[in-house]
């Protein structure tokens, strides 16, 4: 009698728990068909964008000198800012009390010199480079054979020397050495000229003159001719 009740009480028991499942499971179901039909959708992801403040950057106001190049007899510049190589270090300010020298520059002569920037009680030292004046390219010089008599004059002109035309610009960086050549002796001489290290060389002939030979027959025709007058016109 007992086990009786017992059984039917655990069968009561597995009943409730079947139908607490079989609720659960519909109303799953139930949930996911609603959701389904009302289509919701996730939320959007919210792009963040971090904007880095920006910190005006401290002036050094410290200069840093050029190298200054420039063709001899070529003016240089007077303008403090033509100097400096870091302007956007320098305050504005402090540019404005700085004091360029370059009175140590000599434009006239090939060479390196000092120009000073100063501030207050601080100096900068930069650099000038005078070099000399870039030459036109002349890739060959033509020499003539110069043919002179004894106790001649030697000649003083480019043109005599070269058979090219040369540039103006050229012509005083020329160098014609006749240093060899002894006008008062007969002889082949050799002379050079010299250009943007290259030395082109010609001769230079030194001749004695022929005495000149009289014959009769020629002396004869002198004093015929010494001897002719003009005949006078009467009127």
């Known amino acids: 009698m007992n086990l009786s009740k017992k059984l039917n009480k655990d069968k009561f028991g597995i009943n409730i728990i079947t139908m607490s499942l ?18 919701v959708k996730p939320k959007t992801k919210t792009k963040i964008k971090i904007i880095e403040k ?10 840093v000198l050029k190298e200054i190049t420039v063709e001899i007899n070529e003016p240089i510049s007077v303008n403090i800012n033509d100097y400096i190589d870091n302007l956007e270090d320098i305050d504005t300010k402090i540019l404005n009390k700085f004091k360029l020298d370059t009175s140590l520059v000599n434009v006239t002569q090939v060479g ?29 010089m033509t020499l003539k054979e110069i043919n002179i008599e004894l106790g001649g004059k030697l000649p003083e002109n480019l043109t005599d020397y070269v058979v090219e035309t040369i540039p103006e610009e050229a012509k005083d960086k020329i160098v014609i050495d006749i240093s060899k050549v002894n006008v008062n002796m007969a002889g082949t001489y050799q002379y050079t000229v010299k250009y943007n290290n290259k030395t082109y060389t010609g ?3 030194i001749y004695e003159a022929q005495p000149q030979i009289i014959t009769p ?10 001897e002719e007058k003009p005949t006078e016109q009467t009127q």
């Open 217 to 226: 027959e020629k002396e004869d025709n002198k004093s015929d001719i010494q």
């Open 112 to 140: 390196n010199y000092t120009y000073t920037i100063s501030y207050k009680d601080k100096k900068y030292n930069g650099t000038v480079i005078v070099k000399e004046k870039e030459l036109p390219i002349i890739n060959n």
């Open 203 to 205: 001769n230079i002939i």
């Open 54 to 63: 920006q910190v005006a950057k401290k002036k050094s106001n410290i200069p």
């Open 22 to 39: 079989a609720i659960s499971g519909l109303l799953s179901l139930t949930s996911g068909a609603v959701l389904n039909k009302l289509e």
